[in-house]
C-alpha cells in the first residue's frame, strides 16, 4: 500500500504564485513562499507531503544500513510488514524505475493518451494502472525536487 499526500493549500497557491512571477518578463515580489525543509527535518520523516510512505514487506534485495535494520526488525508485524518512507528524491525516481523494470515496462514508462481510456481489461488495465502509478511516483519526486531546491526564488523576486 502506498500512500502519498499533496502539499498544503498554502504551499500550493505559493507555488501558483511562483509559477505565474516566474512566466512574467518583469521579475515581480512575490506574496508567498512555500516553505522549504531542511534535510535533517525530511529525514525525520514526520511531514507526510514531503514522503512517499509504504506499508508491505521489505524487498530481499533492498539495502538498508545496520541502524534502521535493527529498528525495523522491532516494528515489523508478524507477515514482516512494517511501514517504509521514501523521502529522498533520488529513491522515489528509483522506486518508480523498480516498477517499470519488474512490470516489463519501457523505461519511461509514461502513460500514454491510450492509457486513460476504459475499454479493455486484464493484463492491458493492469499495465495502465502501473503506467499511471509510476507517471505519479515520478511527478511526486519532481514536484519534491522543486521543493526542496533553496535556490528558486532568485530568479522570480524582485529587488526590494
Not at 3 to 15: N, V
Not at 134 to 155: C, H, M, N, V
Request: one cysteine or more; charged letters at 35%.
Amino acid at each position: 500500500m502506498y500512500y502519498a499526500l499533496t502539499p498544503s493549500g498554502s504551499e500550493r497557491e505559493a507555488g501558483f504564485e511562483f509559477l505565474e512571477a516566474a512566466s512574467q518578463e518583469k521579475p515581480s515580489k512575490l506574496r508567498k513562499r512555500c516553505r522549504i525543509l531542511a534535510h535533517d527535518v525530511r529525514s525525520e520523516v514526520r511531514e507526510w507531503s514531503w514522503l512517499i510512505a509504504v506499508w508491505g514487506k521489505r524487498p530481499g534485495n533492498a539495502i538498508a544500513d545496520e541502524e534502521s535494520d535493527e529498528e525495523d526488525e522491532e516494528e515489523e508485524d508478524e507477515d514482516g510488514a512494517a511501514w517504509w518512507a521514501f523521502w529522498e528524491v533520488e529513491d522515489i525516481n528509483k522506486l518508480a524505475n523498480h516498477f517499470a523494470v519488474n512490470g516489463g515496462l519501457e523505461e519511461d514508462a509514461s502513460p500514454s493518451p491510450d492509457d486513460e481510456e476504459d475499454g479493455s481489461s486484464g493484463s492491458n488495465a493492469a499495465q495502465r494502472r502501473l503506467r499511471r502509478f509510476i507517471s505519479g511516483l515520478r511527478g511526486f519526486a519532481s514536484q519534491l525536487e522543486w521543493r526542496i531546491t533553496e535556490d528558486k526564488y532568485l530568479a522570480t523576486s524582485a529587488p526590494s
